[in-house]
């Protein structure tokens, strides 16, 4: 826990705050390549297993939801969050207060998906890459389980020794194996054009499978979702924006020009994987015999690398086999700083992360169990994890593509329309996959439930902290202080729209009070899921001969308390609150504290006062009757 700091939202702050290094939009590309271009390593092997001699058809099908559909979907993303905000924001601006958090604590649930299962089918992957290949399995004889283990060990072990993610590294790597697959997929259509009998034996037995080119596309979109690996990608380059340099004429940072050259780098991308995808997906499918890609044969998990050694031969093979390996190794790096970022961005403003959230080991450490326990339960198996890292990735658009609906839905009376039907359609290709491939749904799920149970918690746990770090009174507030003749302030709790004049008489009756100088404080109750407030304005306002603190909160004893302790603060004196016991159950009252705001105010006032002040005798008084 060394180094932990409590106020993690602070901590954000500074870190925003902080002059970011900032590149060329190709060289954030390469830094969010290394999660989009690794997929290459896996996913034709993976769509030859999901639709044998349609992977190229479903494939193409694939490119064209990526070019037609995701593409203008995070063109509006980052065009409506140019600091790196992403869709889960827009979607919490969309929906008020309960509604839009409690959507996006279960959307960070299918993120975790996503960046756990890109951890472990990375890694898996890489160590199918390694025991394939003859020398590096002499070097390290540890199996396809042990190898996975020890990748994904070694991953943490970096991450809690100290990690920075490098985009000069990512170039490197991402020229490197972009360049070999380059080299691959040349070297496969030398060999297509020397043989055309590959491509008549495929295209002869198509027709004999399926008779017509519309059964072909009929069966092949109902088959492309199980590729839906090829559009990973789309949400990291949209997070990486605050890195992309977008400089105007004179030199200065200029959103609109970052927002252009973040459409430049999702375009680039988008077209690149889409050469690749289909060309490689004709490569092999006409190329290597089915059985290699079936469990135990020589292509499954590594396709392009096992088209490699034979085309190119085993020394290039070697060296294809030692960039994917480090490509796919630093896509799980990229994962992981990517929840890094993530859990801390949304949960302690919601006041809904654990203590240890807030510390980067104990998390590192968290996350590095949860993807050796998701390792163990798929047995380090690629096309295994294939459906659950498909069915994070599909979520994450879907949500996307309806966060963009939803935002031009009054203002582009015809594009709305278009974006409307790309949402159905992910939305389709999301429900087909879980269909297929319930695997990704049960270990969302899984997430869902362990974000929302302990969000509660450590919302419940929170909930008597000072969440306000500032109060400012106005200029009508600070004379009502400095009336007070004698400097001991009394404050009178007062529900606002209530009888002052019955308020006053029950404080004076019950507390005792004769003439005292009395100011009451009313609270009205803003978006109560809201967890940090900033700052509190404290507005004097004279109501008859009666002077009364009114402010907004979404917690109104965290603003009772803060204020009591400003006025101490301001004053030198004692500070006296005065309040009434609430009628009903207490534990419904906590209830609705922790979820509403409000509940029995007086009890939990003064708890927040004891957590605040340590020491008795400089702490505000609660006085209730």
């Not at 960070?108 to 992957?125: N, P």
């Not at 998990?301 to 190119?312: D, E, M, N, P, V």
């Not at 163990?376 to 966060?403: C, E, M, P």
């Amino acid at each position: 826990m060394e180094g932990q700091d409590k106020s993690s939202e602070i901590k954000a702050e500074k870190r925003t705050a902080h002059k970011t290094d900032k590149g060329p939009w190709w060289k954030v590309m390469c830094l969010t390549g290394v999660d989009y271009f690794s997929t290459l390593g896996y996913q034709p092997g993976i769509a030859y297993i999901a639709a044998g001699l349609l992977s190229p058809i479903a494939t193409a099908i694939l490119v064209l939801l990526t070019l037609f559909g995701a593409l203008p979907v995070y063109y509006k993303v980052a065009a409506y969050s140019p600091n790196g905000q992403g869709s889960l924001a827009m979607l919490e601006e969309l929906l008020a207060s309960w509604r839009g958090k409690t959507l996006v604590l279960i959307l960070l649930g299918f993120a975790a998906t996503d960046f756990i299962i890109t951890i472990t089918l990375s890694a898996a992957d890489a160590a199918a890459h390694i025991t394939a290949n003859p020398m590096l399995s002499k070097i390290l004889p540890l199996g396809q389980m042990g190898l996975t283990i020890l990748l994904i060990v070694l991953l943490g072990a970096i991450f809690i020794k100290g990690f920075g993610e490098a985009i000069g590294l990512s170039v490197v790597l991402v020229s490197v194996y972009l360049a070999l697959n380059f080299a691959i997929v040349v070297a496969a259509g030398m060999e297509l054009s020397h043989s055309l009998d590959h491509f008549s034996k495929w295209s002869d037995q198509l027709v004999v499978d399926h008779h017509s080119i519309w059964n072909m596309l009929g069966i092949s979109m109902v088959l492309f979702p199980k590729l839906a690996l090829g559009l990973s990608g789309f949400e990291t380059g949209v997070a990486v924006m605050p890195l992309v340099k977008g400089t105007n004429e004179k030199g200065e940072e200029d959103l609109s020009h970052r927002i252009a050259n973040t459409k430049k780098l999702l375009l680039t991308s988008a077209l690149i994987m889409s050469v690749f995808l289909i060309a490689s997906s004709f490569a092999t499918t006409l190329l290597i015999e089915p059985a290699e890609f079936q469990e135990g044969g020589g292509a499954n998990g590594r396709a392009l690398s096992y088209l490699c050694h034979k085309l190119l031969g085993p020394n290039v093979g070697t060296v294809y086999d030692l960039s994917s390996i480090s490509i796919l190794w630093f896509a799980g790096a990229s994962a992981m700083a990517g929840l890094l970022n993530l859990v801390p961005r949304y949960l302690p403003r919601y006041g809904m992360a654990p203590d240890w959230a807030s510390a980067k080991n104990p998390l590192v450490i968290f996350l590095t169990a949860v993807a050796l326990a998701v390792t163990i339960i798929f047995k380090a198996n690629v096309d295994a994890q294939a459906g659950a890292y498909a069915t994070g990735v599909l979520v994450l658009i879907t949500s996307a593509a309806l966060a963009v609906t939803l935002k031009v839905w009054h203002s582009a009376k015809i594009a709305r329309y278009a974006y409307a039907v790309i949402t159905l359609i992910f939305f389709y290709t999301t429900v087909l996959n879980i269909n297929e491939r319930p695997d990704g749904l049960h270990i969302a799920t899984f997430f869902i439930g362990a974000i929302l149970l302990t969000s509660i918690i450590s919302r419940a746990v929170r909930s008597t902290e000072l969440r306000i770090r500032e109060v400012v009174f106005d200029s009508a507030a600070k004379e009502f202080l400095k009336d007070d003749p004698d400097q001991e302030i009394r404050l009178v709790a007062h529900r606002p729209g209530g009888d002052l004049e019955k308020a006053e008489q029950e404080a004076m009756s019950t507390h005792n009070l004769h003439n005292e100088y009395l100011l009451f404080v009313e609270v009205t109750l803003s978006d109560a899921s809201q967890f940090k407030l900033k700052q509190v304005i404290v507005r004097g306002e004279q109501v008859g001969r009666f002077r009364v603190l009114k402010c907004t909160s979404p917690a109104i004893p965290n603003a009772i308390a803060a204020l009591l302790l400003h006025v101490r603060d301001e004053t030198k004196k004692q500070a006296h609150i005065y309040m009434g016991w609430t009628e009903g159950n207490p534990i419904l009252y906590v209830i609705r504290f922790i979820f509403l705001g409000e509940g029995e105010t007086a009890p939990v006032t003064r708890e927040i006062l004891r957590e605040a002040e340590a020491d008795p005798n400089k702490r505000p008084r609660v006085h209730v009757g």
